[in-house]
């Protein structure tokens, strides 16, 4: 088994910025893909970026150009750089390592908080 700890979310004005940090018990980002999911109150987890073995991104439309994911894998660490936050950005995030092909996995990290005040 894999333990994700994440680190950074808190309070922050709208404008500002955080970095989110997701570091694993063990050396396993080589091989997975990565994601950060963020769930607001009363609505569904969402996808807010993704970033593949291979290298390849993704972002969801609303973080497009101020949200930018990176890994580490020497620190088995992943981050998420949030510029620009807006009100909206207001949830829990959480970290995501996930293999499809065998041995397959798939690990969460245990959520935190970030609050965007207008």
């Known amino acids: 088994q894999v333990q994700l700890v994440e680190s950074g979310g808190g309070l922050v004005q709208a404008g500002g910025s955080l970095r989110l940090s997701c570091a694993a018990s063990r050396s396993i980002f080589s091989s997975s893909a990565m994601g950060w999911y963020r769930q607001a109150p009363g609505k569904q987890r969402e996808l807010v970026a993704t970033n593949t073995s291979g290298g390849s991104t993704n972002y969801a439309d609303s973080v497009k150009g101020r949200f930018t994911i990176a890994g580490d894998n020497a620190k088995n660490t992943m981050y998420l750089q949030m510029n620009n936050l807006k009100p909206e950005d207001t949830a829990v995030y959480y970290c995501?390592?996930?293999?499809?092909?065998?041995?397959?996995?798939?690990?969460w990290g245990q959520g935190t908080q970030v609050t965007v005040s207008s």
């Open positions: 995501n390592i996930k293999r499809t092909r065998f041995p397959s996995y798939d690990y």
